[in-house]
């Protein structure tokens, strides 16, 4: 019989658990959670444990390797697919007020909004952009790691019950119109009008593992990296980089931050309370 290793601990082993469970879902489903930032991660895990009435992370371990609709729970929870229309509305308006007249030089403008989730930034955006005359050149690629909620994002579809937040935000974001004039009304829900879907293109892209895809004027990654830990969030700072054309805006979330970074050098703040960041070359 094996004696218990001295200085183990209830931790220790579940950090072991924790690391084995991660490389399993790798080798087998190719999603890297590898080098999130841990403690959210072991929290979310423990509750997905708790959900599935197992004892152990071991035990979640077998179920999503040989019942994939367990994967597919698994993800929804370790993706955090929280999100609004027109969130921190302070920054909508510090887009509008920076960035839009940097976009307005452009020609054609692409954006890419990184972790976009079920759309509402995507469609926040669109309609900012709408209002500055802005979204006819406009492309926006709004990509996710989980095809769940990119389904989702492309039917447009919001509840009805969530306006009257949503048209808060947008009316302390600058807005001056009525919010529920991009939308329709269909079966208790609304759903975004075509003319402002028809420019978003929405598709699977993983920061972890893929590439770049285009040259943007602006990318938003907004609520992101606060999951990743420190050498996957530089890792995604250098994919950003490669994929900004020069000068182009960087915006990050209300908890996130280029400071203390390796790319802080490469990036001049356009307004560092709301997050916005432009390249310097
Ligand atoms: C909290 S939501 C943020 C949504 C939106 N950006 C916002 O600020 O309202 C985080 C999103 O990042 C996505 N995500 C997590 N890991 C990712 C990865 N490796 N690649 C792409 N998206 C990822 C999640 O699926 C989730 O939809």
């Not at 030089?105 to 926040?124: D, F, H, N």
């Not at 908890?255 to 970074?261: C, D, G, P, V």
Request: with cysteine; charged share 25%; aromatic share 10%.
């Amino acid at each position: 019989m094996f004696a218990e290793v001295p200085g183990g601990t209830d931790a220790a082993l579940e950090d072991v658990e924790m690391q084995l469970l991660l490389e399993g879902i790798y080798g087998h489903y190719g999603f890297d959670f590898r080098q999130y930032a841990p403690s959210s991660l072991k929290r979310q895990l423990r509750k997905r444990v708790q959900a599935e009435k197992l004892e152990s992370l071991s035990g979640l371990q077998e179920k999503v390797l040989h019942d994939p609709a367990c994967m597919e729970r698994l993800l929804r929870v370790l993706s955090v697919n929280v999100t609004a229309m027109f969130r921190d509305p302070g920054f909508y308006a510090a887009f509008r007020a920076m960035v839009v007249p940097l976009l307005r030089t452009y020609p054609v403008i692409r954006i890419w909004i990184a972790g976009c989730s079920t759309g509402e930034e995507a469609y926040s955006v669109a309609i900012v952009l709408e209002e500055e005359g802005l979204y006819e050149r406009t492309r926006i690629y709004a990509t996710d790691i989980n095809e769940v909620v990119l389904e989702r994002a492309r039917t447009g579809a919001l509840a009805l019950k969530d306006m009257p937040a949503y048209t808060d935000n947008y009316l302390r974001a600058g807005g001056t119109r009525e919010l529920s004039s991009y939308f329709a009304e269909a079966g208790g829900k609304l759903r975004i009008s075509p003319s402002l879907s028809e420019n978003i293109l929405f598709a699977q892209h993983n920061l972890v593992s893929d590439g770049p895809f285009n040259e943007f004027n602006a990318i938003l990654c907004r609520n992101v990296l606060i999951y990743f830990g420190r050498t996957l969030q530089e890792r995604v700072h250098e994919l950003f980089y490669n994929s900004l054309n020069s000068f182009g805006v960087l915006a990050l979330g209300q908890k996130e931050s280029l400071r203390f970074t390796p790319h802080e050098a490469r990036y001049q703040d356009l307004d560092a309370r709301q997050k916005l960041y432009r390249r310097t070359a």
